[in-house]
Nanobody
């Protein structure tokens, strides 16, 4: 069992920055991919960024060049640095991870609101 707890959400002006953090606890040793998803009202949940255990990252086209995902395997944390925020980035952001034997885990979500 893995528990994921997000923090760092809030209200920010367009063009500003925000850093989200996610702390994993429990059976964290064999976690492979960690990721951030987001879901805006009336829209489906979308993948924002991923990082695997080797440090390889990927990003949605909509956030490339603005967001950076990072991972600290020793501390079992994954962060999302969000720069040049736009109103369309407003959403609930969810932390995600998977580990051996096909288990998947989700955080409770944290609200990010970007004011125009």
């Amino acid at each position: 069992q893995v528990q994921l707890v997000e923090s760092g959400g809030g209200l920010v002006q367009a063009g500003g920055s925000l850093r989200l953090s996610c702390a994993a606890s429990g059976s964290t040793f064999f976690i492979n991919v960690m990721a951030w998803y987001r879901q805006a009202p009336g829209k489906q949940r979308e993948l924002v960024a991923t990082v695997n255990s080797a440090g390889y990252t990927s990003y949605a086209d909509s956030v490339k060049g603005r967001f950076t995902i990072s991972r600290d395997n020793a501390k079992n944390t994954v962060d999302l640095q969000m720069n040049s925020l736009k109103p369309e980035d407003t959403a609930v952001y969810y932390c995600y991870c998977d580990r051996r034997f096909g288990y998947e885990y989700w955080g409770q979500g944290t609200q990010v609101t970007v004011a125009s």
